[in-house]
């Protein structure tokens, strides 16, 4: 993550947790 940009680390960020999320609520 160092070398990207911070917009992309937080649209990155904001997929893992929702990706995350939806894993949880599946389960």
Same mark, same amino acid.
Request: glycine share 14%; no cysteine.
């Given at each position: +993550? %160092? @070398?990207?940009?911070?917009? $992309? *680390? *937080?649209?990155? %960020? @904001? *997929?893992? $947790?929702?990706?995350? %999320? *939806?894993? +949880?609520?599946?389960?």
């Amino acid at each position: +993550f %160092g @070398q990207l940009p911070t917009d $992309v *680390r *937080r649209e990155l %960020g @904001q *997929r893992l $947790v929702i990706g995350n %999320g *939806r894993r +949880f609520i599946d389960d």
